[in-house]
């Protein structure tokens, strides 16, 4: 599958290094075009069946405006709405709304899916060595677009679960602050992730 990723960051190349083991074609949209797989944000959205927003929540306005309607197409939006106020780091927005449902409403003909926002980047790149697959929920809209969601969290070797509408992104955002506070804060480390255990026989 074509899968473009906007912005060539820590998620942005450790996702695509891990599809590309699984034989996705991956380009960047970046803003320099330095490597012979970047292109323009606006060419890599174009070019993609797929496209995936991995870029610092303040720039992820601007850039959106520039990337067409994305009609029809599963976006990912991977990213934590984070600002750092007094109490420390928190989100910009939340209870009432959430990054993704912003991202929809920049980006209303796209199928935005929130996803891969709940572990690290060195997770994304490699997620062997676990003792289960690592969890990886996931909110949006549309089934159709989820399903193919799925599908990539799968060859990520994440197991995929739903968490319901484009809604439950309030809900997978301040998770992922559980997993930085764990990792940054309280210095679990960065090589550990979520899992779902089943009870045995169930
Ligand atoms: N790091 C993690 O472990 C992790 C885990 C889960 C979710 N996230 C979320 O994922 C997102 C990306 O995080 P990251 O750690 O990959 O950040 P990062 O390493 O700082 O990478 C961000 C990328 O976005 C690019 N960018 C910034 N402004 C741009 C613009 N106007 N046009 C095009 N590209 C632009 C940057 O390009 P330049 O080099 O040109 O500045 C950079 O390559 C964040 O929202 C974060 O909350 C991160």
């Known amino acids: 599958m074509k899968i473009a990723i906007i912005g060539a960051g820590d998620v942005g190349r450790a996702l695509g290094t891990n599809w590309a083991k699984a034989g996705h074609e991956i380009r960047y949209g970046t803003r320099t075009q330095e490597a012979s797989d970047e292109m323009t944000p606006r060419e890599a959205a174009d070019w993609g069946a797929v496209v995936v927003l991995a870029l610092p929540w303040a720039a992820a306005k601007d850039v959106s405006a520039d ?113 930085i506070n764990q990792a940054l804060m309280r210095g679990k480390g960065r090589n550990w992730a979520f899992g779902a255990m089943p009870r045995a026989g169930q």
């Open 67 to 179: 990337l067409g309607t994305l009609a029809g197409k599963p976006v990912i939006d991977c990213m934590n709405p984070i600002a750092r106020g007094p109490d420390g780091m928190g989100l910009a927005l939340g209870h009432t709304s959430s990054g993704a449902e912003q991202v929809q409403a920049w980006l209303p003909e796209a199928h935005v899916i929130k996803t891969l926002n709940q572990v690290g980047a060195e997770v994304m790149a490699d997620t062997s060595g676990f003792a289960l697959r690592p969890l990886q929920l996931m909110a949006g809209n549309d089934d159709g677009a989820k399903s193919v969601i799925a599908g990539l969290l799968d060859d990520l070797g994440f197991e995929p679960l739903d968490a319901g509408d484009l809604v439950k992104a309030r809900l997978l955002e301040p998770f992922a602050l559980v997993w």
